[in-house]
C-alpha cells in the first residue's frame, strides 16, 4: 500500500530556485507541493496547509519567525523538528552548506523524507553552480570589452595596428605577471586620465 | 559566504589523535548577528586582542538565531554569539533543533530597548495623560489602559514584535506588558520581525511595537516612526543579553583554545567599556562587513545618548552598554536560571528537578575562572538571590530566589496558566 502523499511547503524569496526545487519535487512524483516567496502570512499558510515537510532556504532572516511560530503550534500537538536523521551528520552539513533547511513533522519515517531534502540540497547546489557560471561569463564579457577599449586607445594614440596593440597588452601582460585584462584596465584608466 | 564555509576546522574537533599534538590549528569560525552586542567578539578581531592570545577568529554574519544556533550544532562554527536564553533552551530540549551549547562568557549587559509607533504612544498619552519623563512601568500602564479601550471597542489590538522565541527580548517585553498588567498572550500579539526589518514594519504599520537591540531601536526613533518607551536597564539592569555559545564536547577537547579565547575576550570587553575607545569601535562595528548602519547612530548608542523621537526628547542612559564593568562577562547560573523561570511563567518549560538542572548547566563560569582567575569573581556566588539590591531592581519590585523558582512564579499577577507552565509541586 503506498503511503499518501507528502505535503510540501518551500519557502524561498529566489523564484527561479523555488521553481528547480518544485520541478524536482514533481519529478519525484510529489503532487501536494507549495510554494511561496514571501513569508508575509506565511503563519495563516502553514495552518491551513499543515505541509509534513517544510524547504527554506538558510538565507532567509524569517527562520528565526517560523521558530516562534513552532513553538507555539507545539502546544496544539504538532511538533516540528529540523532535519530527519540527527546521526546522519554528512548530508546535515551537506545541507548547511548548499544553503538548505527544513523542518520535518516529527516521527514521518526518515526514508520518506531524506530524498526530499537529497534533492533540495542538489537543486540549491546546481542552481548555485548555474549563478556562479553566469557571473563567470558576464565577467568574460566583461573582461572582453575592456580589452576592446583598451586596443582602441592604443590604435589611436600609438598609430598600432589591431593586431600590434593586442600583441602590446600581451607583452606588457606577460611583463608585468598580470592577466591581459588587468593591463586593459589600466590602459582604460589611464587613458581616462590622461584626455 | 559559502567560501568561508569550506574551511572546515571544526573537523579537528571530531579527529582525536590530533589532541596529542595539540588543539589543532587557532583558527576558530564564530557566527555572529549584526548587532552592537556583538562588540566584544568584532573588537577582539579587529584590535588585536585575539591575535594576542594566537587565534585567530573568522567572524561569519549571519541572518537568523535559527541559523547561528544549527551552524554551531553542526560543527559550522565553533562558537557563536548567541542570545543569552539560547543555551539554556538547547539544555533544556526546547525549540526545533536543541542540541547541547553552553556558555562560559556573557557579552555584557544592555542594549535592548522598547519602541512603539507614534501612533500608540500618542494615544497612550491621551488615554492615560502621560507626561514627557515618565518611566518604562508608567508607559506600560498606559498602553494597559489603551489596550483595554481597544478591547472595549472592539478594535485590532496591537501586534508587537520581538526577536526570537528564546530571547532576551521575548522575557523583556513580556515582563514590561506584565508589569503593566497586560497578558502577552491575550492583550496583544507577539511576532517574530527580524530585527533590521523592525523599522520599516513599524513605518508600514506592519507591527505597533517591538522589543529588539541595538540600534534599531534608535534607528526608528531618529526617523520619527517610533517612540522609545523602555530600555532593558529599566526591566532589570543586570539582566544578561548576548552570550558566547559553543558545545560542551568541543569546550571539552579544547581547553587550552577556550581559556585562550576568554583571555582575548577579557580584554576586548575591557577595551569596549572605554569611552575614549568608542569612537574607533563605531566605526568599525558601522562598516558593510559588521553593522552596516550609521556611523552616528552607533556613537549615540555606545554613549547611551538616546533620542526617544524625532522631536528631540533624549535620555541619556548611564552604561545603556556595559561590555565589562560590573562582572558583566561572568556567566553566572542564577541567571540562566531566571532565565528558566521566565520560561516557566509563559508555559514555555515545566518546573522539574532535571530542569533546574539542565537550565544551570548552560552556564558554565567554571571555564571562566579557569581562564581568567578567580580575582574576576563576583561576589555572592553562583547561585544568589536577584534584584534585592539597590540599583539592580527588577521594575515590578519582585525578589527572584533561585532556591524557589516555583513561589516567584506563582507571585506573578500576570503568567500563562495554561499547558506547561508551574504546578507547583514538581519540585
Known sequence: MPAPDLTILVIDENAIRASIIEEGLREAGHSKVTVIHE?????????????????IDIENPNR????????LTRTVSRPIAMFVDRSDTASIEAAVEAGVSAYVVDGLKKERVKPILDMAV???????????????????????????????????MKGLSEEEAFALLRQSAMNEKKKIAEIAQSVVTAAGLLM | MSMMTKIDSSRDALSAPRRIIGEGPKILRAGFIPLVDASVLIAAVEFGFATKEGLTLDLVRDVSWANVRDRLAFRQFDIAHMLSPMPVASMLGLGS??????????????????????RLFERMREAAGLSETANALDNAEALAVVVRQMKERGEPLPTLGMTYPFSSHNYEFRYWLAAGGIDPDKDVKLVVVPPPLTSDALAAGAIDGFCVGAPWNMVASERGVGRIVAAKQD?????PEKVIGMRPDWAESHPETVSRLLVALDAAARWCDRPENHDALAEVLADARYIAAPVDIIRHVLGGQFSLDARGNRRVIDRYFTFHEGFANYPRPSQALWIYSQMIRWGQARLTEEGLQAAASAYRPDLYRTALGKADMPEGGDIRVEGNVEGDRFMDGHVFDPSD???????FAVRSRSGAGSNGDEV
Open chain 1, 39 to 55: 513569508v508575509n502570512g506565511v503563519a495563516k499558510i502553514i495552518e491551513t496547509l499543515k505541509p509534513d515537510v517544510i524547504v
Open chain 1, 64 to 71: 528565526d519567525m517560523m521558530e516562534h511560530l513552532f513553538q
Open chain 1, 122 to 156: 542538489s537543486r540549491f547546489n546546481a542552481f548555485s553552480r548555474l549563478q556562479r557560471e553566469l557571473a563567470e561569463a558576464k565577467s568574460a564579457l566583461e573582461e572582453r570589452k575592456v580589452i576592446e577599449r583598451a586596443k582602441g586607445i592604443l590604435m589611436k
Open chain 2, 97 to 118: 533543533n536543541p542540541s547541547p551549547t553552553i556558555t562560559p562568557f556573557s557579552l555584557g549587559r544592555g542594549g535592548n530597548a522598547i519602541t512603539l509607533s507614534l
Open chain 2, 235 to 239: 526591566i532589570w539592569p543586570s539582566a
Open chain 2, 405 to 411: 523558582i516555583g513561589d516567584y512564579v506563582d507571585r
